[in-house]
């Protein structure tokens, strides 16, 4: 799952969508499927690190979470991590959620 780190955003409470992640973490357990985290703090290389998580692993699918996808500041973000899932991570499904409560969901319509 590549999406935005709700820590390293500031002049908000985090806590919130922390927890959201981790509940979208535990619904990838309870399906028994092993999933990644990579979370983009929009002020750093976020390229270089969405490179390095889509080239750590041969995956199946990568979710493109809602907070890049949904807040329209944030689109040429949105286009270059299509791109680079396309480039990196080229036979993996792309998928996209609505929460970070149902990543698992967004991921398991592509992968059935």
């Known amino acids: 799952m590549i999406g935005l780190d709700p820590a390293k955003i500031p002049g908000w409470d985090p806590a919130p969508v922390v927890a959201a992640i981790e509940r979208g973490q535990a619904r990838f357990a309870e399906h ?28 199946a699918c ?8 949904k807040h329209e500041p ?15 991570a080229p036979h993996a499904e792309i998928a996209f959620n609505s929460t970070p409560e149902d990543t698992a969901d967004a991921a398991l319509r592509r992968l059935r």
């Open 62 to 69: 990568v979710v493109v979470g809602g907070g890049i996808r």
């Open 32 to 59: 028994g499927i092993e999933a990644d985290l990579c979370l983009l703090a929009p002020d750093e290389d976020t390229d270089a690190a969405m490179i390095k998580a889509l080239t750590a692993a041969d995956y």
């Open 74 to 88: 944030l689109l040429e973000l949105f286009e270059q991590a299509v791109n680079l899932v396309r480039r990196h």
